[in-house]
């Protein structure tokens, strides 16, 4: 049934780039911390390489995902097959945040598509483990398109309206971490 890959080779890469959407899951250190788990789509995630991939984070109601990863580091990307055979990855590693402070942003932000959503941050994660899983229980769903409800509303607000949301409503996850700085939130890049 399972099967675990060293790396993340050609075959799961084809099989990644035909998926529409994929999960996003970390939790706190604390026991009682909420575990934090996003669905995530818009053609938002890339491989980089056998041991990494990036996802871009063009923003939410929460910033649980950032909060995480800042504190413990650790991540896990789930994506399933809705149509054709059953099939499940798991890509568990370790996460970093990059905002459009940091110098290595432009460079890894060339790798994504930013004319319809602006970008928060982009997370990249050095996988540590590749896991395989049969799928038999996911049902099968026919892909219509993305939902254009982000690209609009984006669009519509402006970036200056999301940089003054995520100063008010990012600087904490729901547990009390540190979220983002007054600074990174500035720092937030509109569609280009």
């Given at each position: 049934?399972?099967?675990?890959?060293?790396?993340?080779?050609?075959?799961?890469?084809?099989?990644?780039?035909?998926?529409?959407?994929?999960?996003?899951?970390?939790?706190?250190?604390?026991?009682?911390?909420?575990?934090?788990?996003?669905?995530?789509?818009?053609?938002?995630?890339?491989?980089?390489?056998?041991?990494?991939?990036?996802?871009?984070?063009?923003?939410?109601?929460?910033?649980?995902?950032?909060?995480?990863?800042?504190?413990?580091?650790?991540?896990?990307?789930?994506?399933?097959?809705?149509?054709?055979?059953?099939?499940?990855?798991?890509?568990?590693?370790?996460?970093?945040?990059?905002?459009?402070?940091?110098?290595?942003?432009?460079?890894?932000?060339?790798?994504?598509?930013?004319?319809?959503?602006?970008?928060?941050?982009?997370?990249?994660?050095?996988?540590?483990?590749?896991?395989?899983?049969?799928?038999?229980?996911?049902?099968?769903?026919?892909?219509?398109?993305?939902?254009?409800?982000?690209?609009?509303?984006?669009?519509?607000?402006?970036?200056?309206?999301?940089?003054?949301?995520l100063a008010q409503m990012n600087g904490q996850s729901i547990d009390g971490l540190p979220g983002m700085t007054e600074e990174e939130s500035g720092a937030y890049e509109g569609p280009v």
């Amino acid at each position: 049934m399972g099967k675990i890959y060293a790396a993340i080779d050609d075959k799961i890469q084809k099989w990644v780039a035909k998926q529409h959407m994929f999960f996003v899951a970390t939790a706190p250190r604390s026991d009682d911390g909420m575990v934090n788990l996003s669905p995530k789509g818009h053609d938002t995630l890339r491989m980089l390489d056998n041991h990494t991939l990036a996802f871009m984070d063009y923003g939410g109601s929460g910033i649980e995902t950032i909060a995480h990863l800042r504190e413990n580091g650790r991540i896990v990307i789930m994506m399933c097959a809705f149509e054709g055979p059953p099939k499940i990855y798991r890509f568990h590693g370790r996460g970093t945040v990059i905002t459009p402070l940091d110098k290595e942003f432009e460079q890894l932000a060339m790798q994504f598509d930013r004319t319809a959503l602006g970008v928060r941050s982009i997370v990249r994660v050095d996988v540590q483990r590749v896991c395989e899983s049969c799928g038999f229980g996911v049902p099968l769903y026919d892909y219509n398109t993305q939902r254009d409800t982000s690209p609009e509303y984006i669009r519509k607000i402006g970036p200056e309206k999301i940089r003054g949301y995520l100063a008010q409503m990012n600087g904490q996850s729901i547990d009390g971490l540190p979220g983002m700085t007054e600074e990174e939130s500035g720092a937030y890049e509109g569609p280009v």
